[in-house]
Nanobody, 121 residues
Framework: QVQLVESGGGLVQPGGSLRLSCTGS????????????MSWYRQAPGKERELVAG????????TYRDSVRDRFTISRDNAKNTVYLQMNSLQPEDTAVYYC??????????WGQGTQVTVSS
């Protein structure tokens, strides 16, 4: 059974940093027979879920939404079956539930349960 578990969320003051982690079980990030592109999404109250950052299976290719490009960094450690999101210079508008997603090479998506990030003074 594929599972993704996020951690690292919390309350932080504006300008602060957090590092989110997402660890997968029931599958292998570096499965030789398929690919697992990983992404972080977020959803603020009353808003649609939006893509924050994505990373290819190898980790060589990344993508970011414009508003976080110079502040967030996505990375992955396939040996640990974990993807990270380093978030710096956090702002109140970054407040949301952050979700991890695995996109299997077949096109199937797997989602984590989310972790709350609140940026407030």
């Amino acid at each position: 059974q594929v599972q993704l578990v996020e951690s690292g969320g919390g309350l932080v003051q504006p300008g602060g940093s957090l590092r989110l982690s997402c660890t997968g079980s029931g599958f292998t990030f570096s499965d030789p027979f398929t690919t697992y592109a990983m992404s972080w999404y977020r959803q603020a109250p009353g808003k649609e879920r939006e893509l924050v950052a994505g990373i290819s299976t190898s980790g060589k290719s990344t993508t970011y939404r414009d508003s976080v490009r110079d502040r967030f960094t996505i990375s992955r450690d396939n040996a640990k079956n974990t993807v990270y999101l380093q978030m710096n210079s956090l702002q109140p508008e970054d407040t949301a539930v952050y979700y991890c997603k695995a996109l299997q090479g077949t096109g199937r998506n797997y989602w984590g349960q989310g972790t709350q990030v609140t940026v407030s003074s």
